[in-house]
């Protein structure tokens, strides 16, 4: 808000900021660190195997191997550093893919919400078309085609989730342009497209930023069922997805292989949806 | 020469028959403050945005022209048209809630006219800003320009809108129902306003409302509306003294007098009704045999 500004006291008011914003931001400013900076914390080489130290339980387990503090997996690997650099690679996919996805989602929905007619007409037959097919089995195909490997699970991405954001944003710029204040804007000799960049974009922003963070929690998920199925990039890299997969294989014997990335892929995915959801009720001039 | 003149418009919704607007004639000469009064659904806001091309997609205008300072419309390209309107037409919204953008802030919701229509610069439009806040009784202009609706009472922000209709000084500004979605202190205070404005400028008015009360406290003449054909074209002064059509009368002594709350809520009777919804279908009837389509 302006500096000094006192209205009728609304601006005046100061809230706090809610705890699921500083929860998640936390989380994820940790993952993001330990991505960047994974080959200097990382205590050991994710890839090195020592079958002698197969199955070492965490620290607090009796019969601990001293400096693997997660444990070991099967083929003596450490755990905590294969979390580490599996969030590289996670993190990697949820901007990449989800901004990719969002920048072209938001685009046709924006173009159809607000230009109607027959581009309305072809953007919606098309999200109708897209959405008919099972998503899992599409990826899987597509990725089938493309051949293993980062570029294409973005790429599967992106192909598959376009749609949450063109419909989504489409709505609400067909509810933004029967407003008073696009009309004001036509009536004063607006063009259409600086109309819809200036009176609609502003408003569907703060959906666009939910569905961002969603976006990104989702992209996670899909690369970790990529890899749980090993579609996703080498099996030696370490991916959650993998580390998942290869964990349920030991469950019995070794509970920590399959909980550990599984705990963090969940506060990962839920903390951009609190991220998101918080960010809004915080700055969307609309809900103030 | 009067400023708008509306000859024999009429519209309809796509794929369906019925005429919403049934031949409208209208002048508005410039300066003048014309009401446009009728129940709901008589089609009143629709002319209003039939001339400044708000129309939506689903209605279409089958007959009739309109013409700005003697320039007919629709002979323009949709371009012209576009730049033609901007340049001499304004509205002032009915609600003054949703008709600013919430995610800007007020400064270039106002400034953008003039950069837009008048080509000025910045800092031109920004001091101009200043001027017409302060013009509409806005205390510190210069922190409300910094402020975004939200953080505004909704007398403030209609104040806004109408600083914003004057700014590029129209011709012409519809008004349409500008006091409907305000409580009954701060309308008063608003229609003042406008009609204080509107001296001042001396920009043609088209006031739209089915407020029988304000018509005669801003209005010079009026169009009485009724299932979109004009059944009244005369001066305020003429209509309150005793109106010629028998739906204008019945429209008249169905308004609620303060002095008599309860007992003067008449409603229009049933003959009256049919005898002009009987005139409709003559008009329908006469526009069929013109070569009107679907009649």
């Known amino acids: ?288 | 020469m009067s400023f708008l003149e509306i000859r024999n418009l009429s519209a309809k919704v796509k794929g369906n028959p019925v005429r919403l607007l049934r031949g409208v004639s209208l002048e508005v000469e410039a300066g003048e403050v014309r009401g446009l009064v009728g129940e709901s659904g008589a089609g009143k806001s629709m002319i209003g945005k039939a001339i400044l091309g708000t129309l939506p997609a689903s209605v279409e205008l089958t007959a009739g022209q309109i013409l700005l300072g003697g320039e007919d419309l629709g002979a323009l390209s949709p371009k012209a048209r576009r730049s033609r309107i901007g340049a001499t037409c304004a509205l002032i919204p009915q609600d003054p809630l949703t008709a600013l953008n919430p995610s800007r802030r007020i400064g270039p919701q106002i400034t953008d006219r003039l950069v837009d229509i008048l080509g000025w610069g910045r800092a031109k439009a920004e001091a101009r800003a200043l001027e017409l806040l302060a013009e509409v009784h806005i205390p510190d202009p210069a922190r409300v320009l910094r402020a975004y609706p939200h953080e505004l009472s909704g007398g403030m922000r209609q104040r806004i809108l109408i600083a914003s209709a004057f700014a590029a000084e129209p011709k012409l500004i519809v008004a349409d129902e500008p006091t409907t979605a305000l409580d009954v202190t701060v309308q008063k205070q608003i229609l003042k306003l406008i009609a204080e404005m509107q001296a001042r400028h001396g920009t043609a008015l088209l006031f739209v409302t089915h407020d029988l009360g304000v018509v005669s406290k801003v209005c010079d003449r009026l169009s009485v509306l009724y299932g979109g054909m004009v059944v009244e074209d005369t001066t305020t002064r003429a209509f309150f003294a005793g109106p010629s059509h028998a739906y204008s009368r019945a429209l008249l002594a169905a308004t609620p007098k303060y002095t008599d709350p309860e007992g003067s809520l008449t409603p229009v009777p049933e003959e009256v009704l049919v005898a002009v919804q009987g005139e409709l279908v003559m008009a329908d009837r006469a526009y069929g045999r013109a070569g009107g389509t679907h009649g």
């Open chain 1, 1 to 288: 808000m302006a500096e000094g500004v006192k209205m009728d006291g609304r601006g005046a008011v100061r809230r706090r900021m809610p705890l699921r914003l500083v929860l998640s931001a936390g989380w994820l400013t940790v993952l993001v660190l330990a991505a960047l900076l994974a080959p200097w914390i990382a205590p050991k080489d994710p890839l090195a195997q020592d079958l002698f130290l197969g199955r070492m339980p965490p620290f607090w387990v009796a019969g601990a191997e001293p400096g693997y503090l997660l444990g070991t997996d099967s083929l003596g690997r450490d755990v905590l550093s294969r979390i580490l650099y599996g969030a590289r690679l996670a993190l990697t996919v949820a901007l990449v893919a989800g901004g990719l996805t969002c920048l072209i989602g938001a685009t046709l929905g924006l173009m159809a919400g607000f230009l109607r007619g027959w581009v309305d007409l072809v953007i919606s037959r098309l999200i109708d078309i897209w959405m008919a097919f099972p998503p899992v089995l599409f990826s899987i195909l597509l990725i089938a085609v493309l051949g293993p490997g980062l570029s294409s699970i973005i790429i599967a991405i992106v192909v598959i989730d376009w749609t949450r954001f063109a419909r989504v944003v489409r709505a609400e710029a067909m509810a933004q342009g029967a407003m008073d204040y696009v009309a004001s804007a036509r009536v004063a000799g607006r063009g259409r497209f600086s109309t819809m960049l200036t009176e609609i974009l502003p408003n569907v922003l703060p959906t666009i930023l939910v569905l961002l963070t969603l976006e990104m929690g989702v992209a996670i998920i899909v690369e970790a069922i990529l890899s749980f199925v090993n579609l996703s990039i080498s099996t030696d890299d370490p991916t959650w997805g993998g580390m998942i997969a290869e964990g349920r294989a030991s469950i019995h014997q070794a509970w920590w292989v399959l909980i550990f990335p599984l705990v963090t892929l969940f506060l990962t995915v839920l903390s951009f949806s609190q991220l998101g959801e918080g960010l809004k009720d915080r700055y969307d001039p609309v809900l103030r």
